[in-house]
DNA sequence: GTTGGTTGAGAAACGCGTTCCAGTGCAAGT
DNA sequence: ACTTGCACTGGAACGCGTTTCTCAACCAAC
């Protein structure tokens, strides 16, 4: 296959000139740049990609790491992701790391030696300092509150204030026993709704109960588990914070498997507003999902001096509380 | 930052022996290669990936085209793509195009210059013809019986026959009006679904009606516009085969919201056995869409001459029929 | 002592596009 | 008439690792 120097040869023009034509620099003549258009048809020639990025140093790739693909949240922020990159002409490199910490050091080393251009970390393991080492060599943009982190940029919910809200709202209602599921025990966002709920209780001088509890809640099937684990309880919560709407429709399907009424014996909040909670009439606090994955894209590359960025939480009343 | 020649000097060896030491090339002596390490320890040395590609001509990518990566079909699909992909230490190159052909041909032209060294389309819009075109540029795996097809690879389920036995078992349990319900009209999979039903009606002697056919159908919220349509019919469907899970979910759901009792009024038979089958209790064909996707991956680079794989699709009776 | 195979190592060629810099030619401005 | 300065062109350097050739050294077998 022909190369740059070739087509430059059969054209009758120099290789810059061909360089220049192929990425639509000014300053060529129209007659050279048909010439070389001319040429360029005829051999079907095609650049060398790889040696494209050897010359810029750069990819037009940027990674994406998410624990699981087949989860609807990450896929609903892979599809935002997705199309925005379309629009930018990026392509995205997909790391599942299975929450493997090596994966998502893997990916870093990625962005280190260049193979990504940046690094949309949606569901983050490392430690900060781990993280931070990186950002030199690309912008590293993460799914979490991250206000007071100066070396990555973030696109986030404020899951502190929107669990805070789900805890007044139930507290509202009537609700003074409140548990709580959710996925990972570690994690940013974990941490921020743990702390809201403690808050929380202790402003309204309310007991922890760690029973009250459930982690390790990724998929409709774990809602099972959790209504299992409820039945084995004396003073079972008589409502709970689902932080993902998946997960709540499978503690409302086994609730009424278990003749357990909703809301009456338990009422349940979910999160995310996914289509299933329409479904299921579940009220839920809305995330923005998608649009997160695109505001998530959006921040590759930005000038703007705005590194983070929070979406609002708005709470869809439903017929589960 | 040092380059492979910078190693090479302060290590007093030749390019070549840094080169053999990184791949692990026999050949070079137990001294040098230590110092080799050595000095590439020392200056936290790293291969410009960007060179490694070009002078290798590939990349180590795979591009995955899917329509929809927020689609649990695919998120599935993807799933297992990625983990056996991880452990070729091959990255993946997510390519959505949301049914616009001319993505599709971006992914099969990434191919041509060699971006990603094979292309898994796990869902096909684009003429064979065309498809074929790029297959001499590297492997390309589908998602679909490919069977009769010399230059590319697949793995898939015989849509066919799983339809065709749907319909049987239908049959079998008194049911003579069977609609369906299935996504894009066109495509292969959908073909082969449009044949078996043809030739099924046509064996039982049982009249076609085009009403008794759903198209578009992807999502949960489509079962809602299935149920209203099927509400026109002055003569509805008693069962309907419904080609995801999901939609046979929202079916379900409309269904109990619209007091049509399941399966009484109507009998649902899903596809894939998805997690969401098992909570509603569906009735469904399991399609094990996480190890196709396993397999999918398999099919790179493979020396084996089995290029088309197919996998068993089995009945999973539950409670809508 | 000669032939031959094996191991170790380096020079040079190869893969290929981008971009900096130098320079020419022509037109507008003073 | 003379200076600026813009439009256009191309040579050469640069980015960097892999691989093929070639050759030397060394040991073993004949």
């Keep these: 296959m022909a190369n740059i120097r070739d087509i430059a040869k059969m054209a009758n023009v120099s290789v810059t000139t061909v360089s220049r034509v192929l990425n639509n620099h000014p300053y060529v003549s129209e007659e050279k740049r048909e010439a070389v258009l001319q040429v360029i048809k005829e051999q079907n020639y095609q650049q060398n990609i790889h040696a494209v990025h050897l010359s810029r140093g750069k990819s037009n790739l940027v990674g994406v790491v998410v624990p699981f693909a087949k989860h609807p949240y990450f896929g609903l922020l892979l599809e935002g992701i997705a199309n925005e990159a379309i629009e930018h002409d990026y392509h995205l ?6 929450y493997d910490e090596k994966k998502e050091q893997e990916a870093l080393e990625m962005l280190k030696y260049k193979q990504i251009d940046a690094l949309i970390i949606c569901s983050r393991i490392s430690a900060w300092k781990v993280v931070e080492e990186y950002a030199s060599f690309g912008d590293i943009i993460v799914c979490e509150n991250a206000s007071d982190r100066k070396k990555v940029q973030s696109v986030y919910v404020d899951h502190y204030e929107g669990f805070y809200q789900a805890l007044q709202y139930l507290y509202e209602k009537g609700h003074q026993r409140i548990g709580y599921c959710i996925g990972r025990q570690s994690g940013s966002n974990s941490y921020f709704r743990a702390k809201a709920y ?11 109960d760690e029973s009250f509890v459930f982690y390790e809640n990724y998929y409709l099937e774990d809602g099972q588990k959790v209504v299992n684990q409820l039945s084995y309880l004396d003073l079972p919560p008589t409502s709970l914070l689902v932080t993902s709407d998946v997960v709540a429709a499978g503690i409302l399907t086994a609730c009424q498997d278990k003749g357990i009424h909703v809301p009456e014996n338990l009422a349940i909040v ?5 289509p299933i909670a329409k479904m299921m009439k579940i009220t839920t606090f809305e995330i923005p999902i998608v649009e997160m994955g695109r505001k998530l894209f959006s921040q590759v590359k930005k000038e703007s001096p705005i590194k983070h960025k929070e979406l609002d939480i708005t709470l869809v009343e439903r017929e589960t509380v």
Tied chains: 1, 2.
């Design 93 to 98: 490199v997909l790391i599942q790391t299975n």
């Design 270 to 274: 979910g999160f995310d507003n996914q």
């Design 198 to 208: 403690q808050d929380f209780l202790h402003e309204k001088q309310l007991p922890f």
